[in-house]
């Protein structure tokens, strides 16, 4: 995660921060035409811009882990047990309820 997340800022700065500093210079230095140079800076800005947004969202908040921990894994086996006491529980006092209703249906008779 940690690797995609680098990339993601190196990219968004080379873009951002590159492709301005290289019109700048190539209009001060070669005479490149001004306004085509703020254009491409400000086109070049907002690409920067959505490619951040767009690869935080997808890259590294995006991401899921695939596999669950040790102690995940170990966490759910406790759950599921006691889930199952919980429910043998349940079917125990069922069996008492079934027994105390049929004792009054026969003290009702």
């Known amino acids: ?41 400000v086109v070049s800005l907002f690409v920067a811009g959505a490619m951040g947004f767009f690869g935080i969202v997808s890259g590294p908040l995006g991401e899921r882990p695939i596999g669950l921990s040790d102690s995940e894994i170990e966490k759910l086996k406790m759950m599921r047990a006691h889930q199952r006491a919980t429910l043998e529980e349940l079917d125990d006092i069922i069996v008492v309820l079934e027994e105390i209703r049929d004792l009054l249906r026969a003290v009702e008779e």
């Open 1 to 41: 995660m940690a690797k995609s997340a680098a990339l993601i800022a190196l990219s968004v700065v080379a873009i951002g921060l590159g492709v301005p500093a290289s019109i700048l210079y190539m209009s001060i230095f070669y005479g490149f035409s001004h306004i085509v140079a703020g254009i491409i800076a």
